[in-house]
């Protein structure tokens, strides 16, 4: 397959825009993303596009299947929250409510063009289920929690027999990729993040965990190890690919251990802000080279899966935190939702248009106020048009793997509506 577009943009390191670009497709990746004039011989189909070509967004952070849970609780700080309306609506889904749920995330997120999330939640089995319907891809971590009927041994332990039997990746298009998810420091003891870093590491797993996201809810490890990250550090958990997510409240010396260890961070700056959970230093991070990308964190904190506003709410909470203005700029935060996403999961297989990435594509439809100048306007103003005017509502098309997944803004997989049907009852029970 052939796709050429008036603008392409790969998301390499300088995030150029190619002016009439193809991108090929051969087995699920791209063969070669550059200048239509240089590209080579093509005999198979060809689609010409009317708007810009670029990766598929990464969110690095989520627990997509409480859409089921969205709106409860909205308006309450993140313990209380937790605790009080989250935590107990969670402890009565069903397997079935996890798969609804993630079904509707889902393709929620591919039509905002997110074409990767990294999805900490339990039963992964039909998280995974509903990820491959819809097409998407998913970077799974099974949570782990210490807690009543819970038992963090064999959660690990079944995350790690998962991983042995069917791959660390698997699926179409290696579509869904299976690792760890100790939930944090405040709901396990030490020795459970000793085991799952070894674990993880022994298997080259992700291990995805909340850190230091609010000042109340690490006061006891805080009292006892100083910061989160030296508690991490402590129990053997940092070493291998490790993701942190939030990582809101670190000190110069939490930040040049997360350098040191090669951690990176999942910037959640909606919900981070929704939830008075406080501003992550984002320019602190990436001066010292931490790997960062973007996430929306749950559609119950934030309160959506639209990884366009994470790129606005970032550049602008930045920009007012230092009263900067160009602290952080639209191709920026392009980057940090595609290519920074990949790096932050670790992989070098997805986030950016290159020969040998998955081809994981979004169309973006110019027909828009947002785009008043046309694509025939400077590289600089295309792209901050797109960042800071367009948005999700621009996305038309999306492939994962080279395999069309949304058409003109709808899933060419799922009945949305019969989606969005199926978790009606489900949100009005687990409301109580």
Partial sequence: MRLRAPAV???????TVLRDAVVDVVDGRVAYCGPAAEAPPHEGPERLLTGILMPGLVNTHA?????????????????????????PAEARMTPADVRAGMLLGSVEMLRAGVTTSAEMYFHCAEVASAVLETGARAVLAPAIIDAPGWDWKAQTAEAGAWIDTD??????????????????????????????GEQARSRGALVQVHVAESLQEDVAQ???????????????????????AHAVHLSDDDIALFARHGVSVAHCAGSNAKLASGIARVPDLLT?????????DGPASNDDLDLWEEMRWTAMIARVSRMDSTILGAADVLLLATRGGAAALHRDDIGSLEPGTWADLVHIGVDDPAFAGGVDVPDEQLIANLVWAAGSRTVSDVWVAGEHVVAEGES??????????ATVEITGRLRG
């Fill in 412 to 421: 060419t997989k799922v009945d949305r509506h019969e989606a969005q049907r």
């Fill in 288 to 296: 010292a080279g931490v790997p960062l990308g973007l996430g929306t």
């Fill in 222 to 244: 805080r009292e006892a190890h100083g910061t989160v990250p030296t508690l991490l550090e402590k129990t053997g958990l940092l070493g291998g690919r490790v993701l942190a």
């Fill in 167 to 196: 791959g660390l990746r698997f699926g179409p298009g290696d579509r869904i990729e299976i690792g760890y998810g100790p939930h944090s420091a405040y709901t396990l003891p030490p020795e459970a993040l000793t085991a799952v």
């Fill in 9 to 15: 943009l790969p998301c390499d390191p300088s995030c």
């Fill in 63 to 87: 627990h997509s299947p409480m859409t089921v849970l969205r709106g409860m609780g909205g308006d309450l700080p993140l313990m209380r929250w937790l605790t009080e309306v989250i935590w």
